[in-house]
């Protein structure tokens, strides 16, 4: 199933996302470890690409990877391309989403089981909605 994209100029990115969402979403940037909120998130609930909406990682997905990002073993499916950055000394796998393009994080495979993969993805980027518990 292939998801259609969302295009937009950079003119129009802006308007919807906020400087800091921007340079990590659109170039590609990277937060300081330990200062998003969403590291220490422990609810239930689902993580959502803050371009596009695109539901990206369940609670269930997450573990403490000690890096100071929110870490992922899994995400649901087809919601990633990958692409191999350059940047550092040696290549790494870098996950964009699917539908808007943004960049989240990089994937390394030092996770844990079943997958033993490493969504490390940058926490501004995300938006956490909780699961509603049933009242009765």
Known sequence: MTKEKIRKSSLEWQKILSENEYRILREEGTERAFTNKLYNE????????KGCDTKLFSSEMKFDS???????????QNVFETSTDYKLIYPRTEYHCAKCGGHHGH????????????????GTVLKFVAEEKNKK
């Open 107 to 122: 994937l390394f495979n030092d996770g844990p089981e079943p997958t033993k993969k490493r969504y490390c993805n940058n």
């Open 42 to 49: 422990n609810r239930e609930g689902n993580y959502y690409c």
């Open 66 to 76: 000690g890096t100071g990002w929110p870490s992922f073993f899994d995400s649901y």
